[in-house]
Antibody, heavy 121, light 107 residues
Framework: QVQLVESGGGVVQPGRSLRLSCAVS????????MHWVRQAPGKGLEWVAI????????SYGDSVKGRFAISRDNSKNTLYLQMNSLRAEDTAVYYC??????????????WGQGALVTVSS | DIQMTQSPSTLSASVGDRVTITCRAS??????LAWYQQKPGKAPKLLIY???ILKSGVPSRFSGSGSGTEFTLTISSLQPDDFATYYC?????????FGQGTKLEIK
């Protein structure tokens, strides 16, 4: 079955960096685009970034552009999110999400359990 | 960027009611719209994609319609398990957007 296991979350001071990882199993990772989606406490869902199946194409939400970097290692079935210059408003649960495993398109039919990132001094 | 606006933000209803949630896009997204249900402390669950296609296993009381800029999610007869927060999401471009959410509460 599909498994998406995020790790690397924790408490970090403003201005510092953190890297999230997502270990994937249950589907052919190298065939699918991958996303990060986040949710601040008590708030709605916010799309963060996408990386194409081969890593050649990336796109970011306006709130993280220039600070966050998405990457992947298809040999390790792992997705990453490098988060730099963190701000209090980056505090959220971060979900690792593949693009439409059951079809085609940019909808999200499988979700990880999420990794909590807290930015606080 | 495409903005997604859901209404209402909160909806109070009773078991057995028929309810409709609306999602409007700031520009045409054709039929590239999904709906999700989320309960507290849990990851969202996909209900509908491509505006009207029900994900396998989702009860048939859920339905979606619309194209272009206006979309609706309808629950034909509310069940106790349906009280949750619902989000729409557009995937028309290589930049994705969620609506702000609609919290469905028990009246």
């Amino acid at each position: 079955q599909v498994q998406l296991v995020e790790s690397g979350g924790g408490v970090v001071q403003p201005g510092r960096s953190l890297r999230l990882s997502c270990a994937v199993s249950g589907f052919i990772f190298s065939n699918y685009g991958m996303h990060w989606v986040r949710q601040a406490p008590g708030k709605g869902l916010e799309w963060v970034a996408i990386i194409s199946y081969d890593g050649s194409k990336k796109s970011y939400g306006d709130s993280v552009k220039g600070r966050f970097a998405i990457s992947r290692d298809n040999s390790k079935n792992t997705l990453y999110l490098q988060m730099n210059s963190l701000r209090a408003e980056d505090t959220a649960v971060y979900y690792c999400v593949p693009s439409a495993l059951s079809g085609s398109g940019g909808y999200f039919d499988y979700w990880g359990q999420g990794a909590l990132v807290t930015v606080s001094s | 960027d495409i903005q997604m606006t859901q209404s209402p933000s909160t909806l109070s209803a009773s078991v057995g009611d028929r309810v409709t949630i609306t999602c409007r896009a700031s520009q045409s997204i054709r039929s590239w719209l999904a709906w999700y249900q989320q309960k507290p402390g849990k990851a969202p669950k996909l209900l509908i994609y491509e505006a009207s296609i029900l994900k396998s296993g989702v009860p048939s009381r859920f339905s979606g319609s619309g194209s272009g800029t206006e979309f609706t999610l309808t629950i034909s007869s509310l069940q106790p398990d349906d009280f949750a927060t619902y989000y729409c999401q557009q995937y028309n471009s290589y930049s994705y957007t969620f609506g702000q959410g609609t919290k469905l509460e028990i009246k």
